[in-house]
């Protein structure tokens, strides 16, 4: 397998890690994980957060890398957490997010990434993708993690993400299409599968 197709991914997410994996062996990549994000920054969008970390991290390690930044927007609380979904989630986590909707009817959210390529000495480009949904009444499943026990795709059935094996949540997640966006403009203008 040459350099080529050896994309690194820099993140200190397992779970990220193997769906990156899974999703971007299909566009014969092979995917090696640093553990480090570069410095996230709080802005408006992930998109913002995905590029700014992307350039720090190719110029540090000299190298082409990939960084992902996820949020998830819930309807009824104005967007929140969106971009401190991190930082909600360490706090207050899935049973507060729950509290919070608790009487609400509007469950609608959504996941937002992005996936960030950059090279040292090259901006960034990124590749986004959204996953549409709501918020379940409870957490289910032990699969993923994060949001993923109250997050339950508008497709995939009547499964939270959490229900769902990794092949499954890939599927419809977020991430994944934003993956894909990036593989095919990665193949596109560097050798991938022969
Ligand atoms: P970050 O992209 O690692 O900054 O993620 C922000 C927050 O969203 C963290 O609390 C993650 O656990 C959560 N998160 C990110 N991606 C996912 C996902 O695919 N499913 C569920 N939660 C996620």
């Known amino acids: 397998m040459s350099n080529k197709r050896t994309i690194l991914f820099a993140t200190g997410n397992l779970h990220k890690f193997k ?7 299909e566009y014969g990549l092979k995917v090696a ?8 920054i709080q802005a408006e969008t992930v998109e913002e957060v995905a590029k700014v970390s992307a350039v720090q991290v190719a110029q540090q390690l000299q190298t082409q890398v990939i960084v992902e930044d996820t ?11 969106g971009p401190y979904s991190s930082y909600a989630y360490k706090t207050i986590g ?4 729950l509290k919070l ?15 960030s390529y950059s090279k ?16 379940f009444h409870e957490e289910r499943g032990s699969h993923g993690f994060g949001y993923d026990p109250i997050f339950k795709p508008f497709r995939g059935g009547d499964k939270t993400f959490a229900e769902m094996t990794i092949e499954d ?19 596109q203008n560097y050798e991938c599968k022969s």
């Open 33 to 40: 994980r640093v553990d480090l994000k570069g410095s996230e």
């Open 101 to 115: 909707l608790k009487g609400i009817s509007n469950r609608k959210a959504v996941f937002r990434s992005a996936v």
């Open 120 to 135: 040292p000495n090259f901006s960034a480009r990124c590749f986004s993708g959204v996953a549409l949904g709501k918020i």
């Open 169 to 187: 949540k890939n599927q419809y997640s977020h991430r994944s299409k934003a993956l894909k966006k990036f593989a095919k403009w990665y193949c």
């Open 94 to 97: 899935n049973k507060g997010i």
């Open 19 to 25: 769906e990156a994996t899974l999703v971007l062996q």
């Open 71 to 81: 949020g998830i927007f819930i309807e009824a609380l104005n967007g929140f957490p």
